[in-house]
């Protein structure tokens, strides 16, 4: 395989990883074209590592870090105390150790050798981040997924992060209905529904009525990781493993203007 195709297949990957980073698809995106620019600026950068994954994300982590294109940070769209309790709530290095871990599987070594730290060091950050998220303020959430399986599977790994599931609904029309029983500050939604509607659709109707975090499910991440809009900013894989799920979760939560810890 060319180096220009094996770069081309890790793409849906970094996006889905800089937009949980980041927090949004906008922001995720633009790190990622701003990554690719600065290699096809300057080839030379993917020959700093052999294993072409790991130089790739290494310089997508440089990009991210420069600050070049900070105005896409929802951060920035706060306001200073607010942004500053959000970076200091849960230090950067342990989060991206955390999500190279759980979101991308990236082992010990190989997130040492793209963070620029021992193993043992990368894996003292793993376990930095896990301490963090388990110290995250509980919301309420909503699953919305057709497959009875998945949804026990769901419930049972968001009331372990001590959240509180509010209500479970298959359908369009189920979704919509719980919505209007409570207001969940969380919703994970499966892409394709019970009646054969969108999850896509509900969720959009949903956040006509109020804003929160939306975590969407799938078995086909590449249909939704093109950089194409409209596509969602957290994206958890079928199936799915309880680390990606928690690490998509607390991002989604960080990143929340509406979360209970921005007032804490």
């Known amino acids: 395989m060319s180096v220009s195709k094996e770069l081309y297949a890790h793409l849906p990957y970094l996006r889905r990883f800089a937009r949980a980073l980041v927090g949004t698809r906008e922001g995720g995106d633009a790190h990622v074209l701003a990554t690719l620019e600065a290699i096809v600026a300057n080839p030379s950068r993917l020959e700093l590592n052999d294993d072409l994954r790991i130089a790739l ?3 997508f982590l440089m990009t991210w870090a420069s600050g070049a294109i900070a105005q896409s940070d929802p951060a920035a769209a706060l ?23 759980a979101l991308e599987g990236f082992d010990l070594e190989q997130i040492g050798d793209t963070l620029g730290v021992p193993e043992a060091a990368a894996g003292d950050l ?10 995250q303020i509980a919301t309420e959430v909503l699953i919305i997924e057709d497959e009875p399986l998945i949804a026990h599977d769901l419930r049972g790994i968001v009331e372990e992060l001590g959240h509180s599931v509010v209500g479970m609904a298959r359908t369009h029309r189920e979704a919509i209905a719980a919505m209007e029983q409570a207001r969940p500050g ?9 009646d054969g509607s969108s999850g896509l659709e509900a969720v959009n109707e949903i956040l006509e009525a109020f804003s929160t975090p939306v975590i969407f499910v799938t078995a086909y991440p590449e ?7 409209p596509e969602p900013a ?31």
Do not use: M, W
């Not at 981040?129 to 110290?135: G, K, L, S």
């Not at 249909?223 to 809009?229: H, K």
């Open 79 to 101: 306001g200073e105390d607010d942004a500053r309790r959000r970076l200091d709530g849960i230090s950067l290095k342990p989060r991206v150790a955390f999500l190279l871990h």
């Open 234 to 264: 957290f994206l958890v894989t079928k199936p799915f493993s309880v680390d990606s799920l928690k690490a998509v979760i607390s991002q989604a939560l960080f990143f929340d203007r509406k979360s209970h810890r921005r007032t804490a």
């Open 57 to 59: 994300y290494k310089q």
């Open 126 to 135: 793993i376990n930095v981040a896990n301490a963090e998220i388990a110290d």
């Open 223 to 229: 249909r939704f990781l093109t950089g194409a809009p």
């Open 186 to 194: 969380l919703i994970l939604a499966d892409i394709q529904l019970a």
